[in-house]
C-alpha cells in the first residue's frame, strides 16, 4: 500500500488523501494521516499511511508526501497627481492574497516605495515602484503604479504703481 504524494499553496486545506495497492484484494481501509494543516508552512510534511482496518498480511505501507508551496502575493501601489513644486503624496500599498487572516505583518521584509520624482521635477508622467518584500509563505509579485506631475499655478507677479512729480527722483521700486 502507498500513500498518494500531493501539492498544494500555502493556507489552502489538505486534499482527500488516497493510496494505491498493488497485489491481492485489499481487505479494509488503511488510515492516512498528514500533520500538515492550512496554516503550516511552506515545506515537505509526510503523508503517513498505517494498516487501520486492513486485515491482509504480508502487507508493505509507503509513505507519500505533502508539498506545501508558496501561495502568490501581489503588492500593488497606485496612481497619483501632484503638481510641480508640490511634495509627493504619500503613497499607499496595497496586497491581494494574504491567507489565514494574515496581513503585511508576516512580511519577514517590508516593501520600499520610490519614485524619481522629486518637487522640482518637470511635469510628466514618473514610475511609482514597489519592490523588497520577502515572506516565508508567500510568492510575492509587483504592481507598479505611476506619478502624474502637472504644471504648477501660475504665479502672477504685479509691480506697484507710484506717483511723483516733474522733476524729482523715482522711488525705490
Same mark, same amino acid.
Given at each position: ?82 503638481? !510641480?513644486?508640490? $511634495? ?7 496586497? $491581494? ?11 519577514? !521584509? ?28 508567500? $510568492?510575492?509579485?509587483?504592481? /507598479? ?5 502637472? $504644471?504648477?499655478?501660475?504665479? /502672477? ?17
Amino acid at each position: 500500500l502507498a500513500a498518494k504524494s500531493y501539492t498544494r499553496e500555502y493556507g489552502e486545506e489538505n486534499p482527500a488523501f488516497e493510496f494505491t495497492t498493488e497485489g491481492a484484494a485489499l481487505e479494509g481501509e488503511p488510515v492516512l494521516a498528514c500533520e500538515a494543516t492550512a496554516t503550516s508552512a511552506v515545506g515537505t510534511y509526510d503523508i503517513k499511511i498505517s494498516k487501520g482496518t486492513v486485515k491482509n498480511y504480508n502487507d508493505t505501507y509507503v509513505n507519500g508526501t505533502l508539498t506545501i508551496t508558496k501561495a502568490p502575493l501581489t503588492i500593488k501601489v497606485g496612481n497619483y497627481t501632484r503638481k !510641480q513644486g508640490e $511634495e509627493n503624496p504619500e503613497f499607499t500599498i496595497e496586497y $491581494e492574497g494574504f491567507k489565514n487572516g494574515e496581513t503585511a505583518d508576516v512580511l519577514t !521584509q517590508q516593501p520600499v516605495v520610490t519614485t524619481e520624482a522629486v518637487k522640482k521635477t518637470a511635469p510628466g508622467k514618473y514610475a511609482i515602484t514597489v519592490s523588497g518584500a520577502e515572506a516565508e509563505n508567500y $510568492e510575492i509579485s509587483y504592481v /507598479m503604479g505611476e506619478l502624474t506631475v502637472t $504644471e504648477a499655478d501660475p504665479i /502672477m507677479l504685479a509691480a506697484k504703481s507710484y506717483t511723483r512729480e516733474y522733476g524729482e527722483e523715482n522711488p525705490a521700486f
